[in-house]
């Protein structure tokens, strides 16, 4: 059974700093490039940070030097470590999983989500 779980959302000052955590089983964590995508209420689903297979990252320009993407492969799991937190960074978070090789390429994962709220 497939599982991606987010955590590490909440509410915070802006200014200020959170860590999204997101736990991945049932399939081969490796194989699959993995995405943080994020959703504001009215607003559509934006992408925000990829890294790739080969630990290549990619971020939209509004969290450029601010967020950083990371995975650990021993332990199937992505993160987003967010500094310098915006309102405008407030949003429902989800964590995604892209099928990147021969046999995986097709399937596509998402997770439940975590909320992020920034005030100002």
């Known amino acids: 059974q497939v599982r991606l779980v987010e955590s590490g959302g909440g509410l915070v000052q802006a200014g200020g700093s959170l860590r999204l955590s997101c736990a991945a089983s049932g399939f081969i964590f490796r194989s699959y490039e993995m995405r943080w995508s994020r959703q504001a209420p009215g607003k559509e689903r934006e992408l925000v940070a990829t890294?790739?297979?080969?630990?290549?990252?990619t971020y939209v320009d509004s969290v450029k030097c601010r967020f950083s993407i990371s995975r650990d492969n021993m332990k199937s799991t992505v993160y987003l470590q967010m500094n310098n937190l915006k309102p405008e960074d407030t949003a429902v978070y989800y964590c995604n999983a892209v099928g990147s090789s021969y046999t995986t390429r097709g399937n596509d994962y998402w997770g439940q989500g975590t909320q992020v709220t920034v005030s100002s």
């Open positions: 890294i790739t297979i080969g630990d290549r990252v």
